[in-house]
C-alpha cells in the first residue's frame, strides 16, 4: 500500500463566507476550486489537490481584501459627502 499525504485543507467554509459577505466573483472562484481538492485526492491526484487548496485558500483572501476595501470605498464616499452637508446645512 502507497503512503498517503495527508489531504488537503479544502478551505471550503472560508470560500462561501467570503462568497456571501465580501465579493460574489472571487468567492464563486474560491469555492470551485475547494470543491475540486477532495475529488483529486481521492483520485491520487495528490500535487493538483495540494494546488487547488492553495488556490481556494488564496481566492477567498482575495475575495475578503476586495469586500474590506469596497467597505473603506463607500465609508469614505459617504462620510465626505455627510460632512460636506452638515457644512453647507450651517451656511444657510
Do not use: H
Request: proline letters at 3%; glycine letters at 6%.
Amino acid at each position: 500500500m502507497e503512503n498517503q499525504p495527508t489531504r488537503p485543507n479544502n478551505y471550503l467554509a472560508l470560500a462561501i463566507i467570503s462568497t456571501v459577505l465580501c465579493c460574489l466573483p472571487a468567492g464563486i472562484v474560491s469555492i470551485v476550486y475547494s470543491s475540486k481538492v477532495n475529488s483529486l485526492y481521492a483520485e491520487a491526484k495528490y500535487d493538483e489537490a495540494e494546488k487547488a487548496s492553495k488556490n481556494a485558500k488564496t481566492w477567498a483572501i482575495v475575495a475578503i481584501a476586495a469586500g474590506a476595501l469596497f467597505l473603506i470605498i463607500y465609508f469614505a464616499i459617504f462620510g465626505v459627502a455627510i460632512f460636506a452637508g452638515m457644512n453647507n446645512a450651517g451656511n444657510y
